[in-house]
């Protein structure tokens, strides 16, 4: 059976990238066209082509610049026409510099490869600034220039980064041990989840694996993996 974007929240979908929901694209539905938040890595063209049909895409939004989240955005720009939106303090890098933000081998060999394919970044995005009725927050440590997207209406944050949940059921989450120096600064990641919390989300959306549903369900995943 073929594998479809779910909605999580109105106007909100999340399309599982391979593996299974590892890599998500979210699809977030606006008054004058869809914005597509990630694009996975670079393999993701087939799938992301089948959850985008039919659908106007006016804008792809990256909440960061590692090759896992970009790989396949030049592809999805050029497939759909949409202009490309993401950090200020990233934009440079990813279009004509180095994007290896992680702090160890893994990251530097392995995931910011992914992300070779660049192009123009038509949207430089700063904290407060608006995607598709979402707030546009600063979220640094994972990556310098980390976003997530906050809408307070009913309390939906989507993120880029962990903690990760493991478990298809979002009120009972299994949490993903990564290595800390997966982080561009550890501290600063960890602290910046944290902030995040001060928001009380009821909702919380990432780029890597499923949704949690409540507030502390989300704070026992960053007391969990503690990075």
């Not at 959850?51 to 895409?57: H, S």
């Not at 959306?205 to 969990?224: A, K, N, Q």
Request: proline residues 7%; glycine residues 10%; charged residues 20%.
């Amino acid at each position: 059976m073929a594998v479809t974007p779910t909605q999580v929240a109105d106007g909100v979908h999340v399309g599982p990238l391979f593996p299974r929901n590892m890599f998500n694209t979210v699809i977030l539905e606006g008054s004058s066209g869809d914005v597509v938040v990630d694009a996975g890595p670079p393999w993701s063209g087939r799938r992301l082509a089948r959850f985008l049909q039919g659908r106007d895409v006016i804008e792809h939004v990256v909440t960061h610049a590692h090759g896992d989240h970009v790989g396949s955005s030049a592809w999805l720009c050029n497939h759909t026409g949409a202009s490309l939106a993401m950090s200020e303090i990233e934009a440079d890098d990813f279009e004509h510099g180095s994007i290896n933000y992680h702090a160890n081998r893994l990251g530097k060999y392995l995931v910011a490869p992914m992300g070779r394919k660049r192009r123009t970044v038509d949207r430089r995005l700063k904290e407060g600034d608006t995607v598709a009725g979402f707030q546009v927050l600063a979220q640094p440590g994972h990556s310098p220039g980390l976003l997530a997207f906050w809408r307070e209406s009913d309390r939906t944050l989507i993120v880029g980064d962990g903690p990760i949940n493991l478990s298809a059921d979002p009120t009972s989450p299994r949490w993903l041990h990564l290595p800390r120096k997966l982080h561009h600064d550890p501290t600063e990641a960890v602290a910046s989840r944290w902030r995040m919390t001060d928001l009380e989300p009821d909702l919380i959306v990432s780029t890597h694996g499923y949704p949690v549903r409540g507030l502390d369900r989300w704070v026992e995943g960053i007391r969990t993996v503690a990075h």
